[in-house]
């Protein structure tokens, strides 16, 4: 995906939770890292490991579940009314970019490990530890 594009992953009016297209790994596919993807069906959805993602969004309703330990080279927006569930596999998030959260996290045993040089974060999650 370009610079500047987006990919939307489900439909926010329905509650069909949609997956990242299996086709789409990371020999097939490279994300910009100004590219987003935005996971926003109005249910539960499962976050696809691959590829790395440029910014990551969750938005609309539902838990959003890593399938395994991701990379979001960009931002992550996890969205009002979402929650971010790092999986009771305890997964880990990667994040280079700057860090909002208006939703809910779960991290159980996982973590989000911050490796970007200019990371800002506006925390206003709930969290479940």
Known sequence: MDSGTSLLIGNPANATGVSFPSNFTSSNILLNSNSTVSYQANTS???????VYGHLT?????VKTLSANTVVAGNLIIGTNTTLDLSVNNYNL????SWLCYGTLTENQGKVIFNGTTTTIDHKCSDRY
């Open 45 to 51: 959805q499962t976050i696809s490991a691959t590829p």
């Open 58 to 62: 969750t938005a609309t309703s539902g």
């Open 94 to 97: 990667s994040l280079g970019g």
